[in-house]
């Protein structure tokens, strides 16, 4: 598996940041995608795109999670662009959140690892 490696972009009118996550993402890599992350405080709309994640383990989705709540309290969207990788849907399903189609944490609107649009 590869290291972590992180590419950002920003929309022409700057209201939306995308972040490409590519390689492996997991508790010792994690940090570099949380201080991206946490850098991102003006735009009101952040697109994560882990197609091309290689390795996540239960950290990584976390991390996921929490950007997600985090960005949900602060009044901005948050969620996947692309496809997710072979490698993202096993580990969704290895730790159970394919069984969950709400979140909690977004009025129980529909959950972004199930397909739901923040």
């Known amino acids: 598996m590869s290291d972590l490696t ?8 700057g209201t939306t940041i ?4 590519t390689g492996r993402l997991a508790i010792d890599t994690a940090a570099e995608l949380l201080s991206l ?7 009101t709309s952040i697109q994560l795109d882990v197609s091309g994640v290689e ?3 239960l950290a990584g989705v976390q991390l996921i999670c929490s950007a997600c709540r985090t960005a949900l309290n602060a009044q901005k969207r948050f969620n996947f662009s692309g496809c997710m ?12 959140l394919q069984r ?13 690892w199930c397909g739901g649009i923040n």
Not at 6 to 13: Q, V
Not at 18 to 21: A, E, M, Q, R
């Open 85 to 96: 990788a072979p490698e993202v849907k096993k580990t969704i399903e290895t730790v159970g």
């Open 100 to 112: 969950q189609s709400t979140c909690k944490h977004n009025a129980d609107l529909p959950c972004i």
């Open 55 to 57: 390795e996540i383990d």
């Open 37 to 43: 992350l946490l850098e991102e405080a003006t735009p």
């Open 18 to 21: 995308s972040i490409g996550v």
């Open 6 to 13: 992180l590419t950002r972009s920003t929309s022409n009118d």
